[in-house]
């Protein structure tokens, strides 16, 4: 990898973008955001930590951003094909596609609720974690796909967190997805 601040992931080898008709079996529900579901999709998704009483976001330490990460990783294949994610101090970003049998409502509710359970016995609290709401975002085409990786890709040297995101450690990129040219 270079030492450039701003890396780039050029073109994925494998198209997991499989939504050619949109309204061929689309679902929208809404909370207070609305949530599209298509079969076979692959999603974006951000979640963020929940706020304190004096509005500041919860922020999650390098040990906890790390368990979020690694229980990511270890449910993949099982509940979703996990395509990348970084977790950040006040939010995760997922980029995925949920198996058949599995809801992305029910494959966030386990994410999140999961994680919730061990970062709180780890700092012997009992507060929210994460807010109740979760944005997704249906992957239209390759371009959108390649274009939320460098997004993610980035999102830490942004934060100043690093200069080379490939180190930062709550960055996954699923080799098994493809794979991929760096700029």
Same mark, same amino acid.
Request: hydrophobic content about 35%; overall charge positive; glycine content about 4%.
């Given at each position: #990898? ?27 529900? +809404? +909370?207070? $955001? ?23 976001? &919860?922020?999650?330490?390098?040990? !906890?951003?790390?368990? /979020?990460l690694e229980h990511v990783?270890?449910?993949?294949? +099982?509940? %979703? #094909? $996990?395509?990348?994610?970084? /977790? #950040? ?9 949920? !198996?058949?049998? %599995? ?30 709401e979760s944005f997704d975002?249906? &992957?239209?085409?390759?371009? !959108? $796909?390649? !274009?939320?990786? *460098?997004?993610? $890709? =980035?999102?830490?040297?942004?934060? *100043? ?6 180190? %930062?450690?709550?960055?996954?990129f699923n080799d098994r997805?493809?794979?991929? =040219?760096?700029?």
């Amino acid at each position: #990898m270079s030492d450039s601040k701003n890396q780039r992931i050029n073109r994925t080898d494998k198209n997991v973008c499989s939504t050619n008709d949109l309204n061929e079996g689309l679902q929208i529900t +809404r +909370r207070k $955001l609305p949530h599209w579901t298509l079969k076979g999709s692959t999603y974006f998704v951000t979640f963020r930590t929940a706020k304190r009483q004096a509005g500041m976001p &919860i922020l999650l330490s390098d040990e !906890e951003q790390k368990l /979020v990460l690694e229980h990511v990783i270890n449910h993949n294949e +099982r509940f %979703y #094909m $996990l395509i990348a994610t970084v /977790v #950040m101090p006040d939010h995760v970003h997922l980029l995925l596609v949920p !198996e058949e049998k %599995y809801r992305l409502s029910r494959i966030m509710k386990g994410i999140k609720g999961v994680t919730a359970r061990h970062i709180n016995l780890k700092r012997g609290t009992s507060d929210s974690i994460w807010f109740e709401e979760s944005f997704d975002r249906i &992957i239209r085409d390759q371009k !959108e $796909l390649d !274009e939320k990786l *460098n997004y993610m $890709l =980035n999102n830490p040297v942004k934060k *100043n967190l690093v200069d080379d995101p490939w180190q %930062y450690h709550g960055w996954y990129f699923n080799d098994r997805y493809g794979r991929y =040219n760096v700029k």
